[in-house]
């Protein structure tokens, strides 16, 4: 069994940033792709950006250029680097490892 424990998330104006973590809690992890998701209220769950093991990056086109995907094998922890937030990406966010999800971190852009 995999635990994953998001963090980062919060409350930040249109334009601004925050980074997301997600630690999981076993050694595999270097082994498994990793994703990140979101779910706006009354919205369908999608993918936002996903990371092989091999670290090749794939991204929603809403996105691009403004999220980086990251991971750290080492530490057993993946980010998603998030700027030039917009209202839009307000949702909760998930992360994924192989057919594991976290608990969901709740990102609020909001002037």
């Known amino acids: 069994q995999v635990q994953l424990v998001e963090s980062g998330g919060g409350l930040v104006q249109p334009g601004g940033s925050l980074r997301l973590s997600c630690a999981a809690s076993?050694?595999?992890?270097?082994?498994?792709?990793m994703g990140w998701y979101r779910q706006a209220p009354g919205k369908q769950r999608e993918l936002v950006a996903s990371?092989?093991?091999?670290?090749?990056?794939n991204y929603a086109d809403s996105v691009k250029g403004r999220f980086t995907i990251s991971r750290d094998n080492a530490k057993n922890t993946a980010y998603l680097q998030m700027n030039s937030l917009k209202f839009e990406d307000t949702a909760v966010y998930y992360c994924?490892?192989?057919?594991?999800w976290g608990q969901g971190t709740q990102v609020t852009v909001s002037s």
């Open positions: 994924t490892l192989g057919s594991y």
């Open positions: 076993r050694t595999v992890f270097s082994i498994y792709a």
């Open positions: 990371i092989t093991s091999g670290g090749s990056q």
